[in-house]
Structure formats: structure tokens, C-alpha cells
């Protein structure tokens, strides 16, 4: 077998890998016909794109954001999370799912995901429940759903809201029914490395008409329906999109479905051959999953089975010419917001007057979530779109860097 490729061999893996973001004629065309229309704000094209990516993942409800961070926390206020709330949050996912629930002055309350999904574990929220507890949040990581099915069974004993962290999940799709539109309601990111995407942008999906009013009206500065333009009834913000995103949106959703279709395909690809490596820890299919699509595939290294170190592991495989990344590097409540004792303007969530006591973060542990950080593989949703050739290329390199891991040390 040829040398490493950090050891000054060739690349197993010499592929072109696709480019992000994917446009063509068609966004050209959508954004020079806002351009010349003069209609920029919030009408046509937006309502559009509300209407179409909320039949897309089969709810009754859009509302556009600015980002996903932005819907999080329009989600929050309106399912009337506040002030001492506290909110069931996993600790792998990105910061905007807990930086959320700190700015409408709720309580983030850590539960630890599960190896096989690295979804929320509903044991853990159960076990995390108390009096206080209003909402949980589920990540569906890199695309896979959370266990919606005990998730609502808890909700519904405990009178809890779910809201869905959608934002990896545009198009997949549990028991038939779209991510997002499942929980009482969801979210999703158009930011610029999201599968599709404005540059920014985020929507909230939901089939409870009420909520889609209140979430209207918190992004639309507490405006009422059909009620006149300077009336407020909410202390909301202006959280609007313009056309030009609508336009670009409506031209990317036009692609979502078949581009999740081959990153689904691909990742079949990659499971039939990684499982086969020894020392690789591939994801289990979840059944309950009727479509699944993929904002990055995940496998995992057994570091003593494979003999090398994960992060080792990665330099060599990048050498090979495989876009991977270690992901998220550490569980959220390592980070200094949570870590360290400071004495900022953000004294939440250390002592929220309102809250009546002090959350010492440092006390926090989640081991799976804590093991996973240190041996999990992301392949980005970009290179799922190159060829099957291309997926038959990365099982190459990883059995090649396995095969020579002792050539690392
Ligand atoms: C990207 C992302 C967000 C935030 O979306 P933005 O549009 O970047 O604000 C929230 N949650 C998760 C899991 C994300 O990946």
C-alpha cells in the first residue's frame, strides 16, 4: 500500500470536491427581477417562500427571521418562555440553541444526548424535569431527528412546549411528517454553510395558527393581523427578511429536494464501506426516519482500536484530500460563557435575580456528549453531493490512514 499522504505519499482521495454555495441562472435571474422591480421589502417573494418551505416540510405555518439564532428566540417568546423559565437543552449542537434561551432570560438546564443519534436523551430530560422546566429544545443533529416520539410523550405529562432546533434538518422527515413542523414548533437557518441558503436568513414552522400570529408579530414589531400599520400590541423587533432573500430562497428550495436525495444516497455509500473498517464507529439508521437529510455525516473513532488519536487521525485524512473536521470541540457549557465566573452585563445564567438561585456550570457533566466530542468525524454536506465515486474515494483514505495509523505515532 502507498505511503500516507502526510508522510509524503499520494492521495487516496484526489477529488474536486463540490462548491458551496450551489446557484445558477436561476438566482441570477430571481435577484435582477427584485432589482428592477423596486419591491425590496418583505412582500411577494418572502410570503412565497414561507408558503412553499412550510409545505415542504409539511406544516401549515412560515414565518421568516433573519437567522436562525433570530427564530430561536422569537420561538421562545412566543411560546411565552421568560424570565426564570427553565429550558432542557443538549449540550452538542451550536450556541444559538442555549445563547437563546439566555436572551429571554430563561434558564438553560443541560441533558445529555444518546451515542446512537447524538440527539437529546429523553431519559436525561426526564430525569432534568422540575417545576420551573417550560420548554425543551431537541437538536436534530446533522440532520438526524431527536426521539420526537418520547420527546411529546414527555411534553404532554409534564405540560412542557418542544421546540424543534431544525437547523441542520431541511428535509428530513420523521414518520412522513417535515423536521420542524413535528414539536409545537420549529426552526431552521439560511445562513450561508447550511444547505440552503441567503447568506442569512432563518424560518419558523408551525401547524398552531396562534403561535404563527404571535411569532408574526415578535418579528414584525408587535404589529397585530389586519390591524393598523402604527398599532402594537407586542414589544417585538424588526426581525424581517427582504426580497432579494425570498428570490435566492425560493431558486435554492427549487434544488433542496434532489440535492437531499443524493446526500442521502451518498451516505449510504459511506456507511456500506466505513462500517467494514475496524476501529470506525458508523450511526445506526433510525426506521422512524421516512427521509433523511444530512448537514454533515458523522462517524466515530474507537482511538484504541484504531491505534492513533482522533485528532491525528484528522491531519492525516485531510492530507488524503478528505474535507473532515473534528466538529463542535467541547460540550457548550465549557465555553467561557458558562465556564467562567465574570462579572459582565450578562450575569445570566450564573444569578438571575428571577431565578432565585445560582447554576454553578462548572458542575455540569454529559460523558456522551463528552466522548463524542472527542472522537467523532464530520463530513460536510458539500462533499455529500459529489459522485458515489467520490464516497468509494473516502473509504479508501480512512482504511488507508487506519491500516498505517501506526506509521503516525
Ligand atoms: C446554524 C445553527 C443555528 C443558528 O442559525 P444562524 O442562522 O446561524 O443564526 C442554530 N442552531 C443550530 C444547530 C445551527 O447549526
Same mark, same amino acid.
Given at each position: 500500500?502507498?505511503?500516507?499522504?502526510?508522510?509524503?505519499?499520494?492521495?487516496?482521495?484526489?477529488?474536486?470536491?463540490?462548491?458551496?454555495?450551489?446557484?445558477?441562472?436561476?438566482?441570477?435571474?430571481?435577484?435582477?427581477?427584485?432589482?428592477?422591480?423596486?419591491?425590496?421589502?418583505?412582500?411577494?417573494?418572502?410570503?412565497?417562500?414561507?408558503?412553499?418551505?412550510?409545505?415542504?416540510?409539511?406544516?401549515?405555518?412560515?414565518?421568516?427571521?433573519?437567522?436562525?439564532?433570530?427564530?430561536?428566540?422569537?420561538?421562545?417568546?412566543?411560546?411565552?418562555?421568560?424570565?426564570?423559565?427553565?429550558?432542557?437543552?443538549?449540550?452538542?449542537?451550536?450556541?444559538?440553541?442555549?445563547?437563546?434561551?439566555?436572551?429571554?432570560?430563561?434558564?438553560?438546564?443541560?441533558?445529555?444526548?444518546?451515542?446512537?443519534?447524538?440527539?437529546?436523551?429523553?431519559?436525561?430530560?426526564?430525569?432534568?424535569?422540575?417545576?420551573?422546566?417550560? +420548554?425543551?429544545?431537541?437538536?436534530?443533529?446533522?440532520?438526524?431527528?431527536?426521539?420526537?416520539?418520547?420527546?411529546?410523550?414527555? +411534553?404532554?405529562?409534564?405540560?412542557?412546549?418542544?421546540?424543534?432546533?431544525?437547523?441542520?434538518?431541511?428535509?428530513?422527515?420523521?414518520?412522513?411528517? &417535515?423536521?420542524?413542523?413535528?414539536?409545537?414548533?420549529?426552526?431552521?437557518?439560511?445562513?450561508?454553510?447550511?444547505?440552503?441558503?441567503?447568506?442569512?436568513?432563518?424560518?419558523?414552522?408551525?401547524?398552531?395558527?396562534?403561535?404563527?400570529?404571535?411569532?408574526?408579530?415578535?418579528?414584525?414589531?408587535? =404589529?397585530?393581523?389586519?390591524?393598523?400599520?402604527?398599532?402594537?400590541?407586542?414589544? &417585538?423587533?424588526?426581525?424581517?427578511?427582504?426580497?432579494?432573500?425570498?428570490?435566492?430562497?425560493?431558486?435554492?428550495?427549487?434544488?433542496?429536494?434532489?440535492?437531499?436525495?443524493?446526500?442521502? +444516497?451518498?451516505?449510504?455509500?459511506?456507511?456500506?464501506?466505513?462500517?467494514?473498517?475496524?476501529?470506525?464507529?458508523?450511526?445506526?439508521?433510525?426506521? =422512524?426516519?421516512?427521509?433523511?437529510?444530512?448537514?454533515?455525516?458523522?462517524?466515530?473513532?474507537?482511538?484504541?482500536?484504531?491505534?492513533?488519536?482522533?485528532?491525528?487521525?484528522?491531519?492525516?485524512?485531510?492530507?488524503?484530500?478528505?474535507?473532515?473536521?473534528?466538529?463542535?470541540?467541547?460540550?457548550?457549557?465549557?465555553?467561557?460563557?458558562?465556564?467562567?465566573? &465574570?462579572?459582565?452585563?450578562?450575569?445570566?445564567? =450564573?444569578?438571575?435575580?428571577?431565578?432565585?438561585?445560582?447554576?454553578?456550570?462548572?458542575?455540569?457533566?454529559?460523558?456522551?456528549?463528552?466522548?463524542?466530542? =472527542?472522537?467523532?468525524?464530520?463530513?460536510?454536506?458539500?462533499?455529500?453531493?459529489?459522485?458515489?465515486?467520490?464516497?468509494?474515494?473516502?473509504?479508501?483514505?480512512?482504511?488507508?490512514?487506519?491500516?498505517?495509523?501506526?506509521?503516525?505515532?
Amino acid at each position: 500500500m502507498a505511503d500516507l499522504a502526510i508522510n509524503g505519499g499520494p492521495k487516496a482521495c484526489d477529488v474536486a470536491w463540490p462548491r458551496w454555495p450551489v446557484w445558477s441562472d436561476e438566482e441570477r435571474q430571481a435577484l435582477n427581477g427584485v432589482l428592477e422591480s423596486g419591491e425590496w421589502w418583505y412582500g411577494e417573494k418572502v410570503h412565497e417562500f414561507e408558503a412553499r418551505f412550510a409545505a415542504f416540510q409539511n406544516a401549515r405555518f412560515g414565518i421568516t427571521t433573519t437567522s436562525g439564532t433570530t427564530a430561536l428566540e422569537a420561538s421562545l417568546l412566543a411560546l411565552g418562555v421568560g424570565a426564570g423559565d427553565e429550558v432542557i437543552v443538549p449540550p452538542y449542537t451550536f450556541i444559538a440553541t442555549v445563547s437563546a434561551v439566555l436572551r429571554v432570560n430563561a434558564i438553560p438546564i443541560f441533558a445529555d444526548i444518546l451515542p446512537e443519534t447524538l440527539c437529546i436523551d429523553p431519559s436525561d430530560v426526564e430525569r432534568k424535569i422540575t417545576p420551573r422546566t417550560k +420548554a425543551v429544545i431537541p437538536v436534530h443533529v446533522g440532520g438526524m431527528i431527536a426521539d420526537m416520539d418520547r420527546l411529546l410523550a414527555l +411534553a404532554h405529562q409534564h405540560n412542557l412546549v418542544i421546540l424543534e432546533d431544525a437547523c441542520h434538518a431541511w428535509g428530513s422527515q420523521w414518520r412522513g411528517k &417535515g423536521a420542524g413542523a413535528v414539536g409545537n414548533c420549529g426552526v431552521f437557518s439560511f445562513q450561508v454553510s447550511k444547505n440552503i441558503t441567503a447568506g442569512e436568513g432563518g424560518i419558523i414552522l408551525t401547524d398552531d395558527e396562534d403561535l404563527a400570529d404571535l411569532c408574526r408579530s415578535f418579528t414584525n414589531c408587535g =404589529r397585530g393581523k389586519d390591524k393598523p400599520w402604527y398599532q402594537h400590541f407586542l414589544a &417585538g423587533s424588526n426581525l424581517r427578511m427582504t426580497e432579494f432573500q425570498g428570490a435566492i430562497l425560493l431558486a435554492q428550495l427549487s434544488r433542496l429536494e434532489e440535492q437531499t436525495l443524493r446526500r442521502q +444516497a451518498n451516505a449510504e455509500v459511506l456507511t456500506q464501506g466505513l462500517q467494514q473498517i475496524p476501529g470506525i464507529r458508523t450511526l445506526p439508521a433510525e426506521p =422512524r426516519m421516512t427521509r433523511r437529510s444530512y448537514h454533515f455525516y458523522v462517524f466515530r473513532l474507537d482511538e484504541t482500536r484504531a491505534g492513533v488519536s482522533r485528532d491525528r487521525f484528522l491531519q492525516a485524512l485531510c492530507a488524503e484530500g478528505v474535507p473532515a473536521s473534528a466538529g463542535w470541540p467541547y460540550p457548550l457549557y465549557q465555553n467561557p460563557l458558562f465556564a467562567v465566573k &465574570g462579572d459582565g452585563p450578562d450575569h445570566c445564567p =450564573r444569578s438571575c435575580p428571577y431565578y432565585g438561585r445560582e447554576i454553578d456550570y462548572t458542575q455540569v457533566r454529559c460523558p456522551v456528549t463528552e466522548q463524542i466530542c =472527542r472522537d467523532a468525524v464530520w463530513i460536510p454536506h458539500t462533499a455529500l453531493l459529489a459522485g458515489a465515486e467520490a464516497m468509494e474515494k473516502v473509504v479508501a483514505a480512512v482504511a488507508k490512514v487506519v491500516a498505517q495509523a501506526p506509521s503516525l505515532r
